[in-house]
């Protein structure tokens, strides 16, 4: 299918490149009025397929705006899709709709009611509707099965949803939709594309639109030590400010914890007022950055310093000049920069002449950091494995009743430490469904991994790299004695979850209001893990100490507390006549001492009868298991432990289960051993 050329006057070059379509256009169609050609002048619609720019600001959204068919844009921030969707309805008279929510342009969010009010409207011919990532379930439901055939879907800035995939759901389930429209009917959009994984992907038609003369930028490229990288940023934010008080700032890092330790640094340093310095980033960082923490609400920056993470680095227009400052650290894989992030990053001000400065500061990659295989076949073998191992797990817990409740729990914990090691390939769209590959992490692992090589080697490939893109560029190498104290938002994050959801329990809220709790999302797994212990055991033990135990635990950073009170718990309150509890009983009498290689051999024995298949292999491995059943002491004379009580944590207890449960159920208590 070739291109809706409608202005040839404009075209430079038109023609087919090995599997893909390259359109270059004059950049100037009028020499005597600064201004740029945009797409819509030159075309009628857009190609479907991967449609890669090599310029921001070409207008590439907006020709799919004016475009006469009916469209379904998405966009990856709320800001974005929001100002698109006000400015097509206000500057050019085609009503749009915005789903997602509130924002400066819209207020309050569309009911279900006036979304269909809008998609029935016979007056509005061609239905132009801009939406976030998470909202595009609602408008495709609300649509129903028609829209595969009446509507065109178009994923802008796709690279932001391949980057952002690991902590934003959504923009993976947007590939899910995009992949059922049919393929003229749908169209992927980024000036900086990262290639696909996904193997139906791969397939996409191509197209590459460039102007015939392309953005150059100024740069000064900064390398320093990684020991001395937050220090380099700080003193470059204080040249800044003292050299240009009012002038506005933009720091990219992708690091939160790094943005909220220079913004307290600098607030220490009374270089800045709190009321200045904000922190854009995801809303799963907003108890993190605490006061910090802004959402951008329109095309102004809203203080005068402000630290933006990967959440804001693409899909927003900023129509203001403003000092821009890029941070690429390389000790941590998700803060290292590609040359193309960086390019998308700069393109996000749109102001006639550009940004007042551009600075890049990096370190470098730790020499000694290994040279794995990180090849699309090979990350998709391991993902694989990873794959075949959750299903595995998912298939033998749902077959048992009293394992089934602990399955989410069990994969959340799985994927959250393969997450903390940057090897997170696969993902769960919800706890109904079978564990599958996700793509999009791969290419986001690849393009980090594929940057830190490239780049970050050594001092000279990054400026070298943006020499040969034909930038202007100053290099230098900068030792700074500067400190930053690294702030510890890790402990304090837990700390605000886990008190957040205690008080919604301190309450005593009834089971139907927790489980409502629990489906409005918003909840991390360790919150959920919280209140569904409290609905299990309320009825059994004393609800103020129970509460005080699971906040207690919940804060605790080894997440095996947690478990080994619910486990405690579980076993306290389980019926006398319980296979499991009854053998414990009965080689573990109350009053009675053992050694600690008794206590190994005893429990292995309990571990048998019971047809478990764990096996504890060490003596202080079956002290500590003991300790989860009773309430022991240690005799200071031969060393060995005393059975003291039944209730190792000395709560009280309401009632005991009267009823055996299944015989399977107490392979449950082996899950946390």
Known sequence: MGLSIKNKQLVVTNKKISKATELIIKRNANLKVKKETKLSEVLSLLPPGLVQKDETGMGATTLELLAPRNSIIVEPIKITASSKAYKNTHNFGIPTLYVGSETKFHPKKPTRKEVLAYLNDPSIQYKK???????????????????????????????????????????????????????????????????????????????????????????????????????????????????????????????????????????????????????????????????????????????????????????????????????????????????????????????????????????????????????????????????????????????????????????????????????????????????????????????????????????????????????????????????????????????????????????????????????IGGLIPLQKKIAKGFIEYREYIDNDQLIEKLREKGLKKDSRELNSLLHTLRYTISAPGDLYKSRMNKYFPIGKSFTSDEILRWTNVVLTEINSSVKIDSPVQAVKYLTKHFKTRKIRNGGKHLIVGSNPLGVTILKIKKEIEDKNHQTGFMSNI
């Open 129 to 519: 509707i801009m939406v976030v990532a998470d909202s595009l379930v609602k408008v495709i439901a609300a649509i129903g099965p028609d829209v595969y055939r009446d509507y065109f879907l178009l994923l802008d800035e796709i690279d932001s949803f391949q980057m952002d995939s690991t902590y934003r759901k959504s923009m993976e389930e947007c590939l899910d939709y995009y992949k059922l429209f049919d393929k003229s009917k749908r169209c992927m959009l980024s000036a900086t594309t990262i290639e696909f994984s996904d193997p139906t992907l791969q397939k996409e038609a191509k197209t590459q639109l460039s102007y015939d003369i392309p953005t150059t930028r100024k740069i000064i490229v900064i390398k320093s030590s990684t020991p001395g990288l937050l220090g380099n940023v700080k003193d470059k934010i204080n040249e800044l400010i003292s050299k240009n008080p009012g002038h506005k700032i933009m720091v990219a890092f992708n690091s939160v914890k790094g943005c909220m330790s220079l913004a307290e640094s600098i607030k220490k340093d009374k270089l800045l007022n709190e009321a200045d310095i904000k922190i854009l980033c995801s809303i799963n960082s907003k108890d993190k950055v605490g006061k910090y923490f802004e959402e951008l609400n329109s095309d102004i920056l809203p203080g005068k310093l402000n630290f933006v993470t990967s959440a804001y680095f693409t899909g927003f227009d900023l129509n203001e000049s403003y000092h821009l400052i890029t941070v690429s650290g390389n000790k941590n894989k998700v803060h290292a920069l590609s040359d193309k992030r960086m390019k998308q990053i700069a393109g996000r001000c749109r102001v006639i002449g550009g940004l007042l400065t551009e600075t890049i500061i990096h370190d470098l990659v730790n020499p000694d950091e290994k040279k794995e295989d990180y090849s699309i076949d090979n990350l998709l073998s391991i993902a694989n494995r990873e794959l075949a191992a959750m299903i595995c797990i998912q298939n033998n817990f749902e077959g048992v009743p009293e394992l089934k409740e602990l399955n989410e729990s069990v994969l959340d914990s799985i994927m959250k430490t393969l997450d903390s090691n940057n090897r997170n390939f696969i993902r769960k769209k919800d706890s109904n469904t079978q564990p599958e590959i996700s793509y999009l992490n791969i290419d986001s692992f690849i393009e980090s991994v594929k940057s830190r090589r490239e780049l970050y080697q050594n001092y000279a490939t990054l400026s070298d790299k943006l020499l040969s893109q034909g930038h202007k560029v100053k290099s230098l190498y900068v030792n700074t004695s500067t400190p930053v104290d690294l702030v510890e938002i890790d402990v304090l994050d837990r700390e605000i979850k886990v008190n957040h959801i205690i008080d919604f329990l301190t309450e005593i809220p009834t089971d139907v209001e927790i489980i409502e709790k629990l489906s």
